[in-house]
């Protein structure tokens, strides 16, 4: 119950193209739900994050897109670039016994010219 | 700030050796998580720690594993005795809410046991 599946596992886009990257929960206590970018050697880095009171929330080229009732989020890359190539996790936490950041297995990137 | 500093960077030892890897939180965060991080595992909580205190160390994989927290700027995890399996990077990440909201990772330790 307190997995995050991710998918895909990796993905190739061409520059300027939409990458999109699905996640999906089964515990309703998670209540936030943030994406991570990580570049080779080193650490991941908060991209943006969402709580499921709104159903989408965007920040520059990023966008989650969140479906409460499907308990499913998805983080959206408009216009990719190659500077884009990263893998990114997508996360849940929540409160009382879950509040422990749980990662999704990530999805590695590429952005190609 | 410097950001969440980690050492050392890399680390290679013999299997059966103590291996000891060291955090420094972001000043003024109260929570401080150790993660590792495998290709077949992925990103694994092992244990955090609010205001010094452990508070959950489910992750932990075995008792060769143990964490400290002397004071609000330190932090050490150590392994004793060393195994191959435990090659992995291993991150730490601080914040100021429990969930992890905002959590800053640190570069990470890559450890090697051979």
């Known amino acids: 119950q307190q997995q995050v599946k991710q998918s895909p596992q990796s993905l190739i886009v061409q520059k300027g193209g939409i990458s999109i990257i699905n996640c999906a929960y089964e515990n309703t206590a998670f209540d936030y739900f943030p994406w991570y970018q990580q570049f080779p050697g080193k650490g991941p880095a908060l991209l943006i994050a969402i709580r499921p009171d709104v159903s989408e929330k965007k920040e520059g080229r990023f966008t989650i897109s969140f479906n409460k009732s499907a308990k499913q989020f998805s983080l959206h890359i408009m216009d990719s670039q190659p500077g884009d190539s990263a893998t990114y996790f997508c996360a849940a936490s929540g409160a009382g016994g879950y509040n422990k950041l749980i990662f999704g297995a990530g999805t590695r990137l590429a952005v190609h010219p | 700030d410097a950001g969440v500093i980690q050492s050392p960077r890399h680390e290679v030892t013999e299997m059966g050796q103590e291996v000891t890897l060291r955090c420094k939180p972001i000043?003024?965060?109260?929570?401080l998580f150790w993660y590792r991080q495998t290709m077949m595992r992925g990103l694994e909580l092992l244990i955090y720690f609010n205001n010094n205190v452990p508070i959950d160390d489910s992750g932990m994989p075995e008792d060769r594993f143990s964490a400290k927290m002397p004071n609000a700027s330190f932090s050490t995890l150590k392994i004793q005795p060393s195994e191959p399996r435990d090659s992995a990077v291993y991150f730490c990440?601080?914040?100021?809410?429990?969930?992890?909201?905002?959590?800053?990772f640190g570069q990470g330790t890559r450890l090697t046991v051979v």
């Open positions: 990440a601080s914040s100021q809410t429990v969930s992890g909201k905002k959590a800053f």
């Open positions: 000043s003024g965060h109260d929570y």
